[in-house]
């Protein structure tokens, strides 16, 4: 069973849309969640941390995790064409990250 | 705004040569890691490291690899005999504490041939 499970996409949504993106995990251990967005070729760029249930805001991007259903999600609003990458979810339970497959989200002009 | 570093962006090696990847991860920060991403597939992780050892590892991480913090900057991946399947971006990531968020570098693109 996999630790972290994330549905690959493709994702594509136009100009404007409000996206979701979600992930389910196994292990009731992982303690914080994390968003990450991640470019062809490039590292991941860290958009979102949260460790407790509940919503976190920031700008355009929701962050929402819910433990006792073992599941979070990222909503992003009025999406943009610079908002196309590849989006991993990644949790922990203190020490190393273990994340999603990631998935790719393309937002039509 | 402070950022992992990492050199090369991409390195050429041929198959059974060493190879040594560099990383200056965020000043003061405590916790350092390396994962590696092969083309289409997850991110993995493959070593962390914290008080100037290894705090854990994974078994990707086999004799053939080995990390060290040589001064007070510098994070540094050596992959003794490189192998085709080495071939993958290899991302450093540094966070301050225990129970905060992870940076990651742009990573280096290692091609074994």
């Known amino acids: 069973q996999k630790e972290v499970e994330q549905d690959p996409g493709p994702l594509s949504v136009p100009e404007g849309a409000i996206v979701s993106l979600n992930c389910t995990y196994s292990?009731?251990?992982?303690?914080?969640f994390m968003w990450y967005r991640q470019y062809s070729r490039k590292g991941p760029e860290l958009l979102m941390y949260?460790?407790?249930?509940g919503n976190k805001e920031d700008g355009r991007f929701t962050a929402q995790v819910d433990k006792s259903s073992k599941y979070i999600s990222l909503f992003i609003r009025d999406s943009q064409p610079s908002d196309s990458a590849t989006y991993l979810c990644?949790?922990?339970?203190?020490?190393?990250?273990?994340f999603g497959t990631g998935t790719s989200l393309t937002v039509i002009p | 705004e402070p950022e992992v570093t990492q050199t090369p962006s991409h390195q050429v090696t041929q198959m059974g040569q060493e190879v040594i990847l560099r990383c200056v991860p965020i000043?003061?920060?405590?916790?350092f890691y390396w994962y590696r991403q092969i083309l289409g597939q997850k991110v993995e992780f493959l070593v962390s490291?914290?008080?100037?050892?290894?705090?854990?590892k994974s078994e990707i991480f086999d004799d053939q690899f080995s990390v060290e913090r040589p001064d007070g900057s510098n994070f540094t991946l050596k992959i003794r005999s490189t192998k085709l399947e080495d071939s993958a971006m290899y991302f450093c990531?540094?966070?301050?504490?225990?129970?905060?968020?992870?940076?990651f570098g742009q990573g280096t693109r290692l091609t074994v041939v």
């Open positions: 990531a540094s966070k301050a504490q225990y129970y905060t968020e992870a940076f």
């Open positions: 949260t460790y407790s249930s």
């Open positions: 292990n009731s251990a992982f303690q914080y």
């Open positions: 490291f914290y008080n100037n050892e290894i705090s854990e």
């Open positions: 000043s003061n920060h405590l916790y």
């Open positions: 990644a949790m922990s339970t203190g020490n190393q990250f273990y």
